[in-house]
């Protein structure tokens, strides 16, 4: 079973430029979610999907970040315009469904975009 | 929000020492996941364990959730072990993982 899939691997940029990234999760997850990792840190959640739904974006800088997944598959993530402190791994991850305490909770992460902003 | 504490920080092994890693949490969770962060950026699932014990391999994980701790057991470590350990949970209720800031672990040969 292929993995999530995410794209670019790496991306440097000049601060006020824009950026996107895409991810494509596992196949039947219905849950899709961003997350920024700040070297050193563990990652932090920007946004969550349910099909294509978001059910919580509450951390996501919303004057510069915007997500989209339209048809509840892919997804893209855009930085509009960047600052030197979005330097970091952007993280996509997916689970079946999240739901009480159900096991489809477990959540599947992909290799992550590398944004340098200079 | 829910604090997630990983002890200790940073540890140093030889090749074929045992260690444990510790995960504490400030309240009830349905999910807590282990993750390993090679150096490539890649986090994998080591354990899916809300509660009780698993065994893979030479890793276990051990998840005692009315005392809000869990334990990753590392035998026999190999130089291929070495990266960052994660352990992240979700609170009852709550919809995402909140992550500790994770144990780095270096082991030589």
């Known amino acids: 079973e292929a993995g999530v899939a995410q794209s670019p691997r790496y991306k440097i940029i000049e601060k006020r430029q824009s950026v996107a990234f895409w991810c494509n999760p596992i196949?039947?997850?219905?849950?899709l979610y961003w997350y920024q990792q700040i070297l050193g840190q563990g990652p932090k959640l920007l946004i969550q999907?349910?099909?294509?739904?978001?059910?919580?974006d509450s951390q996501l800088p919303k004057d510069r970040f915007s997500a989209e997944r339209l048809k509840g598959v892919d997804s893209t993530l855009k930085i509009q315009p960047a600052k030197l402190e979005d330097s970091a791994v952007y993280l996509c991850a997916s689970s079946f469904w999240t739901s009480g305490t159900l096991s489809y909770n477990e959540q599947f992460f992909g290799p992550g975009t590398r944004l340098t902003v200079l | 929000g829910i604090q997630v504490e990983q002890s200790p920080p940073d540890l140093i092994l030889q090749e074929g020492a045992n260690s444990t890693l510790r995960c504490n949490f400030s309240d009830s969770v349905n999910n807590l996941q282990w993750f390993h962060q090679n150096p490539w950026g890649q986090l994998i699932n080591l354990f899916y364990i809300p509660s009780g014990t698993k065994q893979n391999g030479r890793l276990s994980a051990t998840t005692v959730a009315t005392e809000r701790y869990s334990l990753l057991y590392i035998s026999s470590s190999q130089t291929t072990d070495s990266g960052v350990y994660f352990c992240?949970?979700?609170?009852?209720?709550?919809?995402?993982?909140?992550f500790g800031s994770g144990t780095r672990l270096q082991v030589q040969p």
């Open positions: 992240a949970v979700k609170r009852t209720g709550r919809r995402a993982l909140t």
């Open positions: 999907f349910q099909n294509n739904g978001v059910v919580d």
């Open positions: 196949s039947g997850h219905a849950t």
